[in-house]
């Protein structure tokens, strides 16, 4: 499975954040606007995503910890030629268990994504993925996040542990990496 070091948080200042992003990313942003449905599974998360903008929609699997800060997040993505059928199959084999629709703003800096994403009912917020090599440790992807919100000026107050589904489906027991 691919690896990456996650953290999430509350985007209190989206259009300040959005600054100081562009000035740390030497290209313009990507801008997607996604639906991902998550599916009940036994362990970690599935969750099928689809694009707005034709790009080819993903099956995507992971598994992380529900807690703040910048946690490993092991995942495994495939891509889905018919997305309709796709999440018909799934929504019959398994229980649907939420749909977080998102525009998202990608930044790229080194091997850090910067993601800040505006959540239908959520609001903003800020995630990044520190993409890790087979033989980079997990602490030094640690450090980096902790270090790139730092540079962009996000507090520790902001932290957000689980994922968007489990923020709009507050009543659903948050799943736990196995």
Do not use: C, W
Not at 95 to 107: A, F, P
Not at 142 to 159: I, N, R, S, T, W
Request: no cysteine; hydrophobic share 40%.
């Amino acid at each position: 499975m691919a690896r990456n070091i996650e953290i999430k948080a509350r985007a209190r200042q989206f259009d300040e954040l959005r600054e100081r992003a562009a000035q740390l990313s030497p290209d313009a942003p990507l801008i997607f606007r996604q639906q991902d449905f998550f599916y009940d599974v036994p362990r970690g998360r599935l969750k099928l995503r689809q694009f707005d903008d034709g790009t080819p929609a993903e099956l995507i699997f992971y598994q992380r910890d529900d807690r703040d800060g910048p946690k490993a997040s092991y995942y495994t993505r495939s891509p889905v030629t018919n997305a309709e059928a796709m999440h018909s199959l799934l929504a019959t084999a398994l229980t649907t268990r939420g749909i977080v629709t998102k525009e998202r703003h990608v930044y790229l800096t080194g091997r850090t994504r910067i993601h800040l994403d505006r959540v239908d009912g959520l609001g903003d917020f800020i995630e990044l993925e520190v993409v890790l090599a087979q033989d980079d440790d997990e602490e030094g992807g640690q450090a980096e996040a902790h270090a790139m919100f730092a540079k962009l000026g996000v507090p520790e107050a902001d932290l957000v542990a689980v994922a968007y589904v489990d923020l709009l489906n507050p009543e659903t027991e948050p799943l736990k990496v196995a």
